[in-house]
């Protein structure tokens, strides 16, 4: 089994910066996927970003170019570093782990920006 608890969340007015991280535990494998995804009220859940152990990053492009993924396979942690925030940022932001055909999520942290 594998545990993600995510921290960082909270509000910021629009135009600011947050960063989130996501603590991985248990057993975790090499050669997996972390990533980001975010559920707005009423929408489904979405993409924002994933980043797979030693590979490229991808992004959304809603969040291509003020988003920035990272990860610290040394800390099983994965980070979020968002800038420009938007008020359509707002949502929960769910961690993510895929490895091989199992997929983890955390419990997810709240983002508000305000206009």
């Known amino acids: 089994q594998v545990r993600l608890v995510e921290s960082g969340g909270g509000l910021v007015q629009a135009g600011g910066s947050l960063t989130l991280s996501c603590a991985a535990s248990?057993?975790?494998?090499?050669?997996?996927?972390m990533g980001w995804y975010r559920q707005a009220p009423g929408k489904q859940r979405e993409l924002v970003a994933t980043?797979?152990?030693?590979?490229?990053?991808n992004y959304a492009s809603s969040v291509k170019g003020r988003f920035t993924i990272s990860r610290d396979d040394a800390k099983n942690t994965v980070y979020l570093q968002m800038n420009s925030l938007k008020p359509e940022d707002t949502a929960v932001y769910y961690c993510?782990?895929?490895?091989?055909?199992?997929?983890?999520w955390g419990q997810g942290t709240q983002v508000t920006v305000s206009s």
């Open positions: 248990g057993s975790i494998f090499s050669g997996n996927v």
């Open positions: 980043i797979p152990s030693g590979g490229m990053a």
């Open positions: 993510s782990l895929r490895s091989d055909v199992l997929f983890y």
